[in-house]
């Protein structure tokens, strides 16, 4: 069983920055992305940013210069950089993982931007 685990989320006023990290555990054999995604409340969950197991980097517009995802391949684990944070960055962030050729995603961490 694979799990991913979000952790780092929490409140900031604007303009400032948190990081966000997830872990992938289990019977791992590869993982060939991980995104982030989030969801504000009212909206649906949007696509984030992601990172291929090679390392190429995506990202939304509305975070383009302001975020940054990178990978540990040795931990397993997925970070997104926020900086210049705003009020509507606010949501809860998910993790997900293509890992072993499966989707997985993680519960979750809240992300409170403060005006």
């Known amino acids: 069983q694979v799990q991913l685990v979000e952790s780092g989320g929490g409140l900031v006023q604007a303009g400032g920055s948190l990081r966000l990290s997830c872990a992938a555990s289990?019977?791992?054999?590869?993982?060939?992305?991980m995104d982030w995604y989030r969801q504000a409340p009212g909206k649906q969950r949007e696509w984030v940013a992601g990172i291929t197991g090679g390392g190429s980097t995506s990202y939304v517009d509305s975070v383009k210069g302001r975020f940054t995802i990178s990978m540990d391949n040795t931990k397993r684990t997925v970070y997104l950089q926020m900086n210049s944070l705003k009020p509507e960055d606010t949501a809860v962030y998910y993790c997900?993982?293509?890992?072993?050729?499966?989707?997985?995603w993680g519960r979750g961490t809240q992300v409170t931007v403060s005006s």
């Open positions: 997900r993982g293509t890992v072993n050729l499966r989707p997985y």
């Open positions: 289990g019977s791992i054999a590869s993982i060939s992305a």
